[in-house]
């Protein structure tokens, strides 16, 4: 049995002599100029209720390494009176003595400076947050569409009692999502996960092989295991949950974080067997792996999306996707990363691939592409901002970067994507591949998206 394999980290926040304490990380890939932002809170102490101010790092990523800049506060995330909590991204949840505030800074120059804050809750929530008894951010990460619709990850404490003298006796909490459809103008929010009872959130959104494109909510739950749900109409309402029995949850639930990213079809040679074999729910997770052909003239060097192959019209690349979270049932420790092939299958997922051994708990991750190597495609790679310690978790945020190929070589041996059947590129190929070409900008299509991304950004960060 070989040992252990663990992603090398850095520590970008660290619990004080004094008590100050960092917690709940968010990340950012901006792939445009190739640099990260994480985000955490800056707590008094661990307690919720010592939230303070929020903070970032920017980090630099070149060839094998990322440099980070020193941590500075985000002096216009704040709102008097009020607890600056749960990061999401660009978009900062603020907490009163009494009552949330959804509040919103922005940066057009890659996190360098910020926004004055704009607290966006009558205008977005209106009286409806009459009818929370709180409601909260992610935390992390929030996406967008391809429709340009932007969304960011919720969760709402829903009064379902209020006789006790008058006083809030009992609450549902309920997963959800703010959107915009004007680059962030103007804002929105769903329907909730309408059961299991559902907490913090993170959201995907999954193409499928036969043209279909869900939106995947993956939820903390107090019921021992995370519960997943579906929406059909970009986050406007989604269907009942589903607890997901092979991602369990510690006691009380524990925040997880997951992204997606394409299926990197154009590194096997199994595609010709997939679209002719798959199909939708009961298709095997590993299908894509076990079977080779022999490259052709016309298909050696073709992406998944080329017309070579003869693709149904109807054909997208399906998204697979990576889920971070403490792997015990009795603690907040031992941080592991899953893989879905086909997320909306509760029983798709496999793992975990431990990438940290002790007391660790919420996360954040990020999708970002490596550059190629000499006839090779771009890798496949993640990173990972989480909490951990060797006493406790919340002594330090650290931050790792590893391959898809170190997560599958990586995974328990009775569920491991294998390749001996030749169909991939060797595990061993990517990891060196990962140290000495780990730092460019991530390959663009054309200058025109390099703009649209840039303009996209500007516009996300504008308020009406």
């Not at 002096?75 to 003595?97: D, E, I, W």
């Amino acid at each position: 049995m070989r040992s252990p394999y663990f992603p090398a980290r850095s520590m970008l926040f660290r619990k004080e002599p004094n008590g100050v304490t960092y917690r709940v990380p968010a990340l950012l890939y901006l792939p445009r100029t190739s640099c990260f932002l994480a985000f955490c809170e800056e707590r008094l102490s661990p307690s919720d209720s010592q939230a303070h101010l929020l903070v970032m790092r920017k980090g630099t990523f070149y060839r094998n390494y990322v440099e980070w800049e020193d941590m500075h506060v985000l002096g216009t995330a704040f709102l008097s009176g009020h607890r600056s909590m749960n990061p999401c991204p660009s978009y900062q949840l603020v907490t009163g003595k009494n009552v949330t505030r959804l509040c919103f800074i922005c940066s057009t120059d890659e996190g360098d400076t910020w926004s004055p804050v704009t607290d966006l809750t009558q205008r977005v929530i209106g009286d409806t947050i009459k009818e929370w008894a709180t409601f909260a951010l992610g935390p992390g990460h929030g996406i967008q569409l391809k429709s340009g619709r932007l969304l960011i990850p919720a969760y709402a404490y829903h009064i379902d009692c209020k006789e006790c003298f008058g006083q809030i006796c009992q609450t549902t909490s309920r997963a959800f999502c703010f959107h915009s459809d004007t680059h962030g103008r103007t804002w929105r929010f769903g329907e909730a996960v309408p059961g299991p009872e559902s907490v913090e959130c993170q959201m995907v959104s999954v193409d499928e092989e036969d043209g279909t494109n869900v939106l995947y909510c993956n939820a903390r739950s107090p019921l021992g295991y995370r519960v997943q749900s579906l929406s059909l109409d970009d986050g406007a309402a989604f269907q009942e949950g589903q607890l997901v029995q092979r991602l369990v949850e510690p006691r009380n639930g524990c925040h997880g974080s997951i992204v997606g990213f394409p299926a990197p079809l154009h590194l096997c040679k199994s595609l010709p067997l997939y679209l002719q074999q798959h199909t939708r729910h009961t298709r095997h997770w590993t299908s894509l792996m076990s079977h080779s052909y022999p490259p052709t003239s016309s298909s050696s060097n073709t992406t998944p999306l080329s017309p070579n192959l003869n693709a149904p019209p109807d054909f997208l690349t399906p998204t697979w996707v990576v889920y971070s979270h403490p792997t015990w049932t009795t603690a907040r420790k031992d941080l592991g990363v899953f893989l879905s092939l086909f997320p909306r299958d509760p029983d798709s997922w496999r793992g975990p691939w431990v990438i940290y051994e002790g007391p660790s708990a919420y996360s954040d991750l990020a999708y970002l592409e490596l550059p190629p190597s000499a006839g090779a495609p771009p890798a496949v790679a993640f990173a990972c901002l989480f909490e951990c310690g060797t006493t406790t978790a919340y002594d330090e945020i650290c931050f790792s970067i590893f391959t898809l190929y170190e997560l599958i070589d990586n995974l328990p041996q009775n569920v491991q994507l294998r390749q001996n059947t030749g169909e991939c590129k060797s595990p061993q190929n990517e990891k060196s591949e990962t140290r000495s070409t780990s730092g460019h900008d991530a390959p663009v299509a054309h200058q025109g998206e390099k703009r649209r991304e840039k303009r996209n950004l500007a516009k996300m960060c504008s308020v009406s």
